[in-house]
């Protein structure tokens, strides 16, 4: 067991307790946090949008070509990853990202 | 003038659960017309997924999204169903008795009117628009200065014009604009493009022999007055910032869904969602059904199947407000050879 911690789009900081094998996104939607994930974590869609925190980009698997396609469609900074691409494991205990805005 | 179009069923969505309540409601003899925004049929599993791999339609090990969009397009044929795409359904208006439904439906781009006698909404996670960037004030120059599509190029003749993507519509538009564009840049987060190689090597060429520019980041800020663009400000990934001088911009990012006029129809709506019941799929306004992921209710799963099972059940009772005179006899394909005419398999 472990946590990551979500910063909203309000900029509330939030503390949620992850489970191995989800995916961020999956962990940030069924804590009721506002993320689209429209697509179902299919890596389609980009509505999982979220800024990781520098020191643990270095930690994460590195974008695939299929996921830099989808974040080409939205407006990124280095440091934006798709939740649904990323694998919650023990090692990603304190996890922190901020989730990105959307258009609207 | 409009034409108006009557019907027994509009069907707003076609998708796959869309597509299958067609199936449905043509084994109880009622006539449909679909209707969908995008310009093919198969809402998501055409537009995000075509070719990924589902695994979980029943009796299909595996089928691409696209697939299951061709045997369902294949399965409703017998029943020759009307399509209207490239269309959005902007009103929905009760002309009828909670007894005896009717409504008027009318849509928004070739302005088309139906009168039906119920409507199933099947629209998934709504309609799908442009992805619009989260850039302050961008609303303000949208439809001035801001487009998300062409729709006719002479507008950008002598125009200083930024188009923003790395996809097909971003590439096709920088290699169709450029020669009438008084100058054009192309604007990309990254130099790696995933539109078509060729469109590529031609965008490399103008870009190579000056007749084009093409810039590496995103745009932080829009600098303009009254509508007007002036130009765009650009953040490079180093933080460093300039500015490009522009008339027109044009961010091609993709497509997204949103639930757009569903919200104006008078329906009950939890978190976007059309909630219903599980006998009959009715949304609070009788007549007027919502399945597949649009729809909630109690233990609601978004799984193609469920929208599948949801399509049949709500057929049942559309047929009540068709046909209110005759019984419903309940009949299985494999036996009935009523029902095998219909299908145009009866030997």
Partial sequence: ?104 | MTDHIETDVVIIGAGPVGLFAVFELGLLDIKCHLIDILPKVGGQCAELYPEKPIYDIPGFPMVTGQGLVDNLMAQIEPFNPTFHLNEMVESLESIGTPEAPLFRVKTSENGTTFVCKSVIIAAGGGSFQPKKPPIDNIESYEGTSVFYAVRKMEMFRGKKVLIVGGGDSALDWTVNLQPIAKRLTLLHRRDAFRAAPHTVEKMRALVAAGDMDLHLGQVSALKGENHVLEGAVIRKDDGSEHVVDCDVMLPFFGLTMKLGPIAEWGLNLHENLIPVDTEKFETNVPGIFAIGDINTYPGKLKLILSGFHEGALAAQKVHRYVYPEKKLLFQYTTSSTSLQKKLGVAA
């Fill in chain 1, 1 to 104: 067991m472990g946590v990551i911690h979500v910063t909203d789009r309000a900029g509330q900081r939030h503390t949620l307790e992850a489970i191995e094998g989800w995916r961020v996104m999956e962990i940030i939607r069924d804590w009721g946090l506002p993320i689209e994930g429209l697509c179902g974590g299919a890596c389609e869609c980009a509505t999982c949008h979220v800024f990781v925190a520098e020191d643990w980009l270095g930690k994460l698997y590195p974008a695939t070509e299929e996921e830099e396609d989808q974040l080409d469609t939205v407006v990124t900074k280095p440091n934006s990853r798709l939740s649904c691409q990323i694998l919650w494991t023990p090692e990603l205990d304190g996890l922190e990202v901020t989730l990105a805005p959307t258009g609207d």
